[in-house]
């Protein structure tokens, strides 16, 4: 059993930057991880993943170039530049322990192990 645990979440203003983290309890070899934001009222959404054991990255279109997913140890890492109002969401961090394909890497229910969300709020 993997337990995550993300810290790094708050509030800021439109422009800024956050950097999130990812701590697991166990080993992150051979493993895909992402992280998901949730927005009120809707279903998880994908925003970038990282295999473990490459460093190679994959991001949704929405965050593409603001947004940095990376690693050290045994903790994951998603730095948030240009901070828009509509990130404003809760972020999960979620793991599973195969390399999942990039298409794979982006559905919610391909991941096994789940943190318990930090919110980040970014005013106008």
């Known amino acids: 059993q993997v337990q995550l645990v993300e810290s790094g979440g708050g509030l800021v203003q439109a422009g800024d930057s956050l950097r999130l983290s990812c701590a697991a309890s166990?080993?992150?070899?051979?493993?895909?991880i992402a992280w998901f934001r949730q927005f009120p009222g809707r279903d998880r959404e994908f925003a970038a993943a990282?295999?473990?054991?490459?460093?190679n990255t994959f991001y949704a279109e929405p965050v593409k170039g603001r947004f940095t997913i990376s690693r050290d140890n045994a903790k994951v890492y998603l730095q948030m530049n240009s901070l828009k109002p509509e990130d404003t969401a809760v972020y999960y961090c979620a793991s599973v322990p195969v390399m999942l394909s990039w298409t794979d890497s982006s559905a919610a229910p391909n991941y096994r192990y789940w943190g318990q969300g930090t919110q980040v709020t970014v005013s106008s």
């Open positions: 990282i295999r473990w054991n490459y460093a």
């Open positions: 166990g080993r992150f070899s051979s493993s895909t």
